[in-house]
């Protein structure tokens, strides 16, 4: 995509289920972190996690945790 990823704000990530994408079974969830969208597999890990922080990962576990 080539454009950087701004710093993301604190807020709670918002858990919205999701149909699988075409091709992928795994992937089941979504999440729409401070504006972000990111695509989660069935384990709760981002498909791109190079991508995020490592506090930005536990806040994703901990809203798939409660999801």
């Known amino acids: 995509m080539g454009a950087a990823l ?3 704000r604190e807020a709670e990530p918002q858990v ?3 149909q699988p994408e075409a091709g992928n079974e795994a992937i089941s969830k979504s999440l729409f972190y401070s504006g ?3 695509i989660v597999d069935t384990n709760g890990f981002p ?3 190079t991508r995020y922080s490592e506090h930005f990962l536990m806040q994703v576990k ?3 945790a409660y999801s």
């Open 16 to 18: 919205m289920h999701s």
């Open 62 to 64: 901990c809203a798939l």
């Open 36 to 38: 972000f969208h990111v």
């Open 6 to 8: 701004p710093l993301l």
């Open 47 to 49: 498909a791109h996690p």
